[in-house]
């Protein structure tokens, strides 16, 4: 296991600015990373925060950075070929040489194929996504000796993955961009972290600032997950446009998809809206019409409305097509002011963590010296 804040001289592992890391700094550090130890240790890396795999953006250079300047970096293999994977985790390495973990989605067609290719390039993290793994896919993963990380959506479906044998646990919440659940991050916490303690725990969505970050390591989360808030880093490879986009961004611009009729299920997405989610409900409407008149039966009518999201990321996140494209956010971009390296963005989330501890520490002694001087008849206690 690395280090950690209080040893190191910044999260970057770069050299110590004059006067910043001073020995109150340092002590506040050791009480971070007493919070976030058992995710640092199953992590391997100096900050229990993990980047959120988001296609297209996730790739070898915002993946390589993140692990780089002290964090976790997440490949998000999406709907990559195992050679694709392969040359991804190659490149990556070359860029690396810190951990960092690969999210593979498991109703991929090849699966355990892109498993062995994490195998052969003896990735040590796994992440699986979208939906309960097969008993093959985690024991595949656990005999290349990679540790398992799968995403929960309640205490239940959390414990059968425990049951599994996966190592750690990520819960995510509706406020975090793409694919999303019902429930909030706040909830599933409550809900989830006072009753798992046998394995570590992440939590994630809408995840933006430090202070919020602190609040559930105090909760009991071993570290946490952040994606929308590495969009616009430097080392991103996001088109300036979409960029440019998130900047401009507030919290209630990322919304989830609309959907018309609860007989024609849309699958809840959180992107920000732009004319392409306006023209999808138009999609729904002309759908719902043509099976109202009888054109379609309602199992015709289904499939109708899908493909309309084809390749709608890629086009924005890589072509910058921000109108027809599909602009995922979570509803931490509001917190995305401004272009940043992934060094700087880290340090600022662990600067905010590192505030709420030292203002905690000034109440507790103004507490102290007040009591002191009551108990001395209101004079100093060394007088």
């Not at 989830?256 to 729904?284: G, H, W, Y």
């Not at 060094?343 to 989330?349: D, M, P, Y």
Request: charged letters at 20%; hydrophobic letters at 45%; proline letters at 4%.
């Amino acid at each position: 296991m690395t280090e950690g804040i209080a040893a190191t001289d910044s999260p970057g592992g770069g050299a110590r600015p004059a006067g910043k890391w001073d020995t109150k700094r340092e002590c506040l550090g050791a009480e971070l990373d007493r919070l976030w130890a058992r995710g640092r240790a199953v992590l391997g890396c100096d900050l229990a925060i993990m980047g959120g795999a988001m296609t297209w953006v996730s790739e070898r250079n915002l993946v390589a950075a993140i692990s780089n300047a002290g964090g976790f970096g997440v490949i998000a293999s999406g709907s990559m070929s195992p050679e694709l994977l392969s040359a991804e985790i190659c490149a990556t390495k070359a860029l690396t040489g810190r951990a960092f973990g690969v999210n593979l989605i498991t109703l991929h067609p090849q699966l355990l194929d892109l498993i062995d290719v994490c195998a052969d390039h003896r990735v040590g993290h796994v992440v699986l996504a979208g939906g309960l793994p097969s008993g093959a896919a985690v024991s595949r993963i656990k005999q290349s000796g990679a540790r398992v990380f799968c995403f929960a959506p309640a205490l239940g479906f959390a414990r059968k993955l425990i049951r599994m044998g996966v190592d750690a646990i990520v819960i995510e919440g509706c406020e975090a961009g793409g694919h999303i659940g019902p429930v909030s991050t706040g909830v599933l916490a409550q809900e989830i972290l006072p009753q798992l303690t046998d394995v570590p725990v992440f939590v994630a969505g809408g995840i933006g600032r430090g202070e919020a970050m602190l609040a559930y390591l105090e909760m009991g989360a071993s570290g946490v997950q952040l994606g929308t808030r590495f969009v616009c880093a430097h080392e991103s490879i996001a088109h300036p446009r979409f960029k440019q986009a998130f900047i401009r961004a507030a919290a209630r611009d990322a919304v989830t998809s609309v959907q018309l009729d609860p007989r024609f299920p849309v699958i809840p997405v959180r992107a920000l809206a732009n004319p392409a989610t306006q023209r999808f409900v138009a999609v729904q409407r002309r759908v719902i019409d043509r099976w109202a008149r009888g054109a379609l039966t309602q199992k015709e009518a289904q499939p109708e409305s899908e493909p309309f999201w084809a390749g709608a990321l890629r086009r924005a996140v890589i072509d910058g097509d921000i109108e027809a494209g599909s602009l995922m956010a979570g509803q931490s971009v509001g917190f995305v002011t401004r272009g940043q390296s992934t060094t700087e963005i880290l340090e600022e989330l662990v600067s905010q963590a590192l505030a709420v501890l030292a203002a905690r520490n000034e109440r507790v002694c103004d507490r102290s010296l007040l009591f002191r001087k009551a108990l001395s008849g209101g004079q100093d206690a060394g007088e």
